[in-house]
């Protein structure tokens, strides 16, 4: 095997749970070969690198060996190698450590005490028993 499509090759190295999401990201940007977004039906060859932007994280992975056919997940080392600098895990790293403040869609209601440290850094340390609601 010469030559597999990239969007194929995604899902096929377990970077994307389905094709057709590996597609979207193709579509959308966020695969790049040498700096240049590509399509999914670009073809790829062993040597390439491929950058996969995932925000806020952009990894790098080097194709080792090319497959159309998803496989075992102890198999993939055998096709792919993880290139992504340090710094980027870092990010991830940060993203992680902002928690409840840049609160993503979906990521469910927020706790208690989230809820606290939220209302306590919109309205500072003003107390609700004060205000008069009525007018």
């Given amino acids: 095997m ?5 969007d194929k090759w995604l899902w096929a190295v377990r970077i994307f749970k389905t094709r057709t999401v590996a597609s979207d990201a193709c579509k959308k940007g966020r695969v790049m070969i040498s700096n240049v977004s590509v399509k999914p039906s670009r073809n790829i060859r062993a ?5 996969v932007r995932k925000p806020p994280v952009t990894y790098s992975f080097k194709v ?4 159309d056919k998803r496989m075992g997940a ?3 080392p055998q096709f792919m190698e993880n290139v992504t600098p340090p710094d980027q895990y870092e990010l991830l790293e940060l993203n992680k450590l902002s928690g409840f403040v840049d609160r993503q869609r979906g990521q469910g209601r927020p706790t208690k005490k989230e809820r606290r440290d939220i ?3 919109i309205h500072g340390s003003m107390d609700f028993d004060e205000l008069d609601w009525e007018e």
């Fill in 64 to 67: 080792l060996a090319l497959s």
């Fill in 47 to 51: 040597g390439e690198i491929v950058q």
């Fill in 119 to 121: 209302d306590q850094l």
């Fill in 2 to 6: 010469e030559e597999v499509r990239i």
């Fill in 74 to 76: 102890k198999l993939v």
